[in-house]
RNA sequence: GCCGGAGUGGCGAAAUUGGUAGACGCACUUGCCUUAGGAGCAAGCGGGGCAACCCAUAGAGGUUCAAUUCCUCUCUCCGGCACCA
């Protein structure tokens, strides 16, 4: 037999592969299906080292069993070549990032091809592809058309090296994750993806997966959900309310009584203007009539429903002074209803001047019932960028606020903090209220904050801080009092202090806290510091050294004084507040201001606002351009060309410009599993057929860095599109494996920068690529971290020779390996199942020393271990097979099967113990009966119970008998 | 600080309804073969002891005839989150 050269065996066969297309994959094969899928990478200019190819081989593995098995397997490689890392390295090489891309992958499918993978390679794919990413702009154009998508002013991370905006997910440490800059706060226009909608339904379905617990654990981290309460402080001080009754309407209606009835009892002053020809009202007569029933100043509030709502904006339009608040109730700003035409269209004027009612006012709110039968959503809209005031939704009673009782009314009226807590049961320990520097009550009450001046200076500056030097202030708390004003404990009806403080965070909960010194450490440093008072109202601690945090009775707490904390949490929650689930999850900020990414498809016109590109345009496609660098002023490169950017609405054909911001690394990776099931299709995103065949994806192997961004994201995506039908399955992934890095041999990660990088290319040179396979798989279990050993690869490299040359051991089948055999079959493919691929190896290492022992192995004994060794070492098996005069190929051979009846000797080798203690090793039939057992054992140890007296036997069938003895006296 | 996971020879590790601790491999030692070897073959390889045996799975206790495995406490390492109310 000739000498194994791996060259020549490997590039023969992955010819004879691809020639005869043998891991094409096929759904219309009438055979049950097995997706197995790796994380596709995105090409980056370094090429592969040997770390990344570990997954591959493992699905590589996992999926030639599956196929031998008889499954018809899809095992798919594509590209993840949009983003941030394949610009930059564009940018820093001076060439177009397209060019990069095409030159990167060129190289990883070389070094790929190399290792002997069963990718279908007519099933590439590459999210760069407009044909790709035109899907990509479809599934956000849906998620935009539910609401899902939404432009936000807030404060983001901003990355001033990468010079764009960034997720949540991609910071660390206070640091952009892909250059570890420092990120900074920066308000700017974003579009942002109600990710949080589905936080819910992804912790609950993450605990029926059967995922590695750790990643679920990482999840559950991230998502964050707290359960809590809502409670409200109102802000002490009387005010005199001013509510204008809608078209048809009339001071005495139901509504309108009860809200001046609430408020009086709350002991504010309330008129009830009646405003006059209420089937035909003029814009004229209305206004002078709410002008001439009441005066107006900073102590007033101005409510408006429906078409009060307009005559109260028209009211502020003409004031000279400030009053507190404006509070708008099914109120609007044009007349273009949903159900029909109203009278007043014409004799009311539909111009406003937003500028001026914004001056006029502390406070705005504008509250849309979700239910209204005559607001639309975007008359509110109009509304709310009118006012430049954020919508507050709700669920009135009635439609259009029209129940005799409309609680959310008086709510909104009244000026008020609203907290997030969860612990409700301290709520009378609560001294002070703190506000994140972000609360926009805080600008709403300038007027009202004597020392405003301190308290903005204060604000401004906790919001440039970055995160790093907020958290690096530490635990040393900072803040600012709010002078003039202040909130009143509902439990107590004591008038509390408010502050502004940076340890409050502006994104979670209502950036509002409850502060109970006495039960909570962070509160306990701030009041120390601040000297306010620390009131204990749960027993079991010393306030006077700390913070008392753990479980106990109430005191000092009224009428629930004696009740336990666990319970006084529910029934604090009943009577003051309402039960609130928080995440620590953020919406995903979904724009970034670069141009390598898929263009988001949304025109501005500014008769329609921001308006869908038609499916039928889609894909929006990336210009070509020259100069692609990002600006650095938070606009996109692709707002400076202009005749990409100024386009025609969709809807209404007049001028419009295209939004120029691009979507995030993440985007194309959050499906790109569901278009390897049907990746020409032209016609649809996946075809239901092929999706109903593939999905879900049934093992999925990637790295564990992934478990708080591609896994969080696909899964939300996943969900959405289960919701309008495209998918069929709840989860895309069924099982998933996190691969353990491959470290250098120095112990520390391979990078270019410790020049300790081993290239794939020349191991597979030197050792041959069944070497390399089966060597990253025995390294050790297959998500744990582990050093790369040049010794150790040389011992795969042996390993593999020895089954080479087993083939010139062939002789008659040899009874003496049937049982070893028989076993390793069933250890091999349990292990592969399981993907304990080392313990795998070792099996067949022990079958292979058991033929050397042996001196040779049957033809057909042979062949069955041929079929073993094929996941692992592929072309070595493939030369074997034909060696021995099998048909093409052993990869579409049977997988062998063992008998159960084989796994079991003539004799078994059972342990002798006494008192515990080995004292001998006998051989026994595995079949005899307990009696036997035991009077074996008892012959092989007779000497030693000589003297003894035997209390007890306790016999293992075909296990162990131990003989619990003691000195005879 | 909180939440996970782990700790077994010189090294990677194996061993689960509790039942021979260290399989398999690397490195190492000795010998054989060889002009030569980064090849092959044979033997050895946790510690102590001439031996019978004894000790040993991070440490301490416990349950049990029997514990790497179950329970309690402590220590160390890795990963994640981190002022989340």
Known sequence: MSRYDPKEIEEKWQKRWRESALYKSLEDSGKEKSYVLDMFPYPSGEGLHVGHPKGYIATDIYSRLQRMRGKSVLHPMGWDA????????????????????????????????M??????????INTIDPGYYRWTQWIFLQMFKKGLAYESNEPINWCPQCQTGLANEDVEDGQCERCNTAVEKRRMRQWVLRITDYADRMLQDLEALPWPEHIKELQRNWIGRSEGAEIIFPLSGKYKFVLLHGFNGNPSEDTYLWIKKELENRGHEVVVPELPNTSAPTEKEWVAAALGAATYDKNTIVIGH??????????LEKLDTTVAGLVLFGGFCDPNFLDKARPFANTFSWKFDGGKIQKNTGRIVILHDRNDTAISRSQVEALSHLLDTPITEVVAKEPHFEASEEPVVIHAALPSIKVFTTRADTLFGATYVVLAPEHPLLGELRERISNWKEVEKYTITAQHKTEIERTADGKEKSGVELKGIKVINPATEKEIPIFVADYV?????????????????????FAKKFNLSIQEVITGGDIEKAAYTGPGTLINSEHFDGVSSEEARQKITRSYGEVKVSYKLRDWVFSRQRYWGEPIPLIHCDKDGWVAVPEKDLPVRLPEVDHYEPTGTGESPLSNITEWVNTRCPTCGGPGRRETNTMPQWAGSSWYYLRFMDPKDSAELVSKKNEKYWAP?????????????????????????????IVTTLEPFTHLYSVGLILAEDGRKMSKRFGNVINPDDVVMRYGADAFRVYEMFMGPFENAVAWSTDSIAGAR?????????????????????????????KVGEDIEQFKFNTAISQMMIFL??????????TKQFSIFVRLIAPFAPHLAEELWERVGEPYSVHRAPW????ESKLVGESVPMVVQINGRLRATINVPPKADQHEFQSLAEEAVKERLKGVHIKRVIVVPGRLVNFVVEEKS
Do not use: C
Not at 82 to 89: D, H, I, M, Q, S
Not at 90 to 105: D, G, L, Q, Y
Not at 698 to 713: F, K, P, Q
Not at 896 to 899: G, I, K, T, V, Y
């Open 82 to 113: 949009f983003g941030l890392p394949a610009e930059n390295f564009a940018i820093k090489n001076k060439v177009h990032p397209s060019a990069a891309v095409e030159r990167n992958i060129a190289r990883y499918k070389e070094q790929l091809g």
């Open 115 to 124: 290792i002997g993978f069963d990718y279908d390679w007519s099933r590439e």
């Open 306 to 315: 429906s078409l009060g709502a307009v005559t109260a904006m028209k009211v």
């Open 505 to 525: 965070l502006g994104g979670y909960g209502t950036g509002a806290i409850m502060a109970v010194p006495a039960h909570d450490e962070r509160d306990f440093a």
């Open 697 to 725: 994806v049934d093992m999925y192997v990637g790295g564990a860095e992934h478990a708080t961004r591609h896994l969080i994201y696909a899964r939300f995506w996943h969900k959405f599109l289960y919701d309008i039908g």
């Open 798 to 826: 042996r390993f593999v020779e020895r089954i080479w040359r087993l083939a010139e051991h062939m002789g008659d089948e040899d009874p003496s390996l049937e049982q070893i055999l028989h076993q390793t079959v069933k």
């Open 849 to 858: 020393n058991a033929v050397e022992d042996a001196g040779s192995i049957g």
């Open 896 to 899: 062998p099967s063992f008998e």
